[in-house]
């Protein structure tokens, strides 16, 4: 069973930065692409950028300028460097494989852009 383990969410003002973490277990991590997801309030879970297996990077229009996803395969880690953050980016932020995700999910990190 894949674990997908999220971290980095926190509260920040508009302007700030937050630089978020995803941990996955198993031994076939190098193989895929990742991506990051949001879920913003009462809103559908909606993709925010992802990485290929060989490091070449898609975003979001929203994000695009402003995030920049990474990944170091030797620590079965993605990562998710948020700048110029906005209220609208508050949302529960999400990693999974990318394109096809897994059927499981994890708790995701929460991310809050308030003044």
């Known amino acids: 069973q894949v674990q997908l383990v999220e971290s980095g969410g926190g509260l920040v003002q508009p302007g700030g930065s937050l630089r978020l973490s995803c941990a996955a277990s198993?031994?076939?991590?190098?193989?895929?692409?990742m991506g990051w997801y949001r879920e913003a309030p009462g809103k559908q879970r909606e993709w925010v950028a992802d990485?290929?297996?060989?490091?070449?990077?898609n975003y979001s229009d929203s994000v695009k300028g402003r995030f920049t996803i990474s990944r170091d395969n030797a620590k079965n880690t993605v990562y998710l460097q948020m700048n110029s953050l906005k209220p609208e980016d508050t949302a529960v932020y999400l990693c999974?494989?990318?394109?096809?995700?897994?059927?499981?999910w994890g708790q995701g990190t929460r991310v809050t852009v308030s003044s």
């Open positions: 999974n494989k990318h394109p096809i995700p897994y059927e499981y």
């Open positions: 198993g031994s076939s991590f190098s193989f895929y692409g």
């Open positions: 990485i290929t297996r060989d490091g070449r990077t």
